[in-house]
């Protein structure tokens, strides 16, 4: 399956950008669409005629939070099988469950390198069959969890 389109919702216009770039990198025909905060990403996909197929969310966000916006993608009928994927700054194992038992397909802390988020988003797009982007979910919160021991 083709990947047609991404969305980033994300109150800081810097991350934003960065995201955007880092998919035209991937692959300049995937459509890269923006929210800046989560009552207008939530808003934007409800009267989205075609919805993305991956849609990623900060955490810490004012007026909604990602969780909050997670929470009420996970409750709405028409965007309740989205894949929604955490990404944020935060990068606790409280976030990392958190995210988990709100439903999150993956979680995925901000890169210091764009060329980690370009190679993560690139085994995103271009996976077939076992999607990699819950291995790196995954392996996230495995290796938070080990941490703590």
Do not use: W
Request: net charge negative; charged share 25%; glycine share 8%.
């Amino acid at each position: 399956m083709k990947t047609n389109a991404l969305m980033i919702i994300d109150d800081d216009s810097d991350d934003r950008t960065i995201f955007t770039e880092s998919v035209g990198k991937v692959d300049s025909g995937i459509r890269c669409l923006q929210a800046s905060n989560g009552m207008d990403g939530y808003e934007r996909l409800l009267q989205a005629a075609e919805l993305p197929d991956y849609v990623f969310v900060d955490v810490n966000m004012p007026n909604m939070t990602g969780f909050e916006l997670l929470t009420k993608i996970r409750a709405t009928e028409k965007l309740k099988n989205l894949k929604v994927i955490i990404y944020t700054t935060a990068n606790q194992r409280s976030a990392i469950e958190t995210a988990k038992n709100l439903g999150a397909d993956g979680f995925f802390t901000k890169p210091d390198e764009v060329s980690a988020l370009v190679k993560y988003i690139s085994g995103l797009v271009h996976s077939k069959g076992v999607s990699p982007f819950m291995e790196v979910g995954l392996l996230a919160m495995l290796a938070s969890l080990c941490v703590g021991i």
